[in-house]
């Protein structure tokens, strides 16, 4: 069964700072693997989607990366902003109903 | 285009009664989600529907649940005789879900039903 963890399970940062937020899966079978964001009493917000072939992709400050044999992915955030307070989700894609497993999330706070 | 929609944003319901909640998927994607988020558990998988084949159901928690998606479209979730743990945000999601291109796979989520059983 796919398990996927996400490390710290919160981070609070001065604005301006770069920052680093972790996930790991247990089976490296996946198809994808996709970041949200998710701010209180909202729904998810796709940030980037990795397909299992990538080793990362780029939007805007956002980089994430992907090591499929170690079961790892990072999302880097350059000079983070007060406005990229949420969680942020990690969620591979795996199974024949293609559903997504995910983490438990990292709560981000920037504080101005 | 119009994103995933879900009905009701929120709803209170007593304990025992039946609820139904409401998805509108993405108009021309094939696949639809089922997703609960509660405090104890996180996100997790419910079921999904691709097509006309038959729903993987391998997520419901119990014979309380099920969903149907009524011409490949519109789905609804209803949960019956509601408990205290029913008690979380359920999330839609849809994708185009087609062989050959690999973005399709990429699921959109609705707002989310935030339900809470009294």
């Known amino acids: 069964k796919q398990e996927v963890t996400q490390i710290p399970a919160a981070l609070s940062v001065p604005e301006g700072e770069n920052l680093v937020l972790n996930c790991s899966f247990t089976?490296?079978?996946?198809?994808?693997l996709q970041w949200f964001r998710q701010d209180p009493g909202k729904g998810l917000t796709s940030l980037l989607l990795i397909q299992s072939s990538q080793r990362e992709q780029t939007s805007g400050r956002l980089n994430a990366s992907l090591d499929k044999s170690s079961g790892r992915s990072t999302l880097y955030i350059a000079a983070s902003q007060p406005g990229d307070s949420a969680t942020y989700l990690c969620?591979?894609?795996?199974?024949?109903?293609?559903?997504?497993?995910f983490g438990s999330g990292t709560q981000l706070t920037v504080l101005p | 285009g119009a994103g995933v929609s879900q009905s009701p944003s929120n709803k209170v319901t007593e304990k025992g009664k039946d609820v139904e909640l409401r998805c509108d998927p993405i108009?021309?994607?094939?696949?639809l989600y089922w997703y609960r988020q509660s405090l104890g558990q996180g996100l997790e998988f419910l079921i999904y529907f691709q097509g006309n084949s038959a729903p993987d159901k391998s997520g419901l928690p119990s014979d309380r649940f099920s969903a149907e998606r009524t011409g490949g479209s519109v789905s609804t979730l209803t949960i019956q005789r509601t408990q205290q743990e029913d008690s979380a945000v359920y999330l839609c999601a849809s994708s185009l879900l087609k062989g050959g291109r690999p973005r399709s796979y990429e699921q959109y989520f609705g707002p989310g039903t935030r339900l809470t059983v009294t």
């Open positions: 969620a591979v894609l795996t199974g024949s109903a293609r559903q997504l497993t």
């Open positions: 089976d490296s079978a996946i198809y994808n």
């Open positions: 108009s021309g994607h094939t696949a």
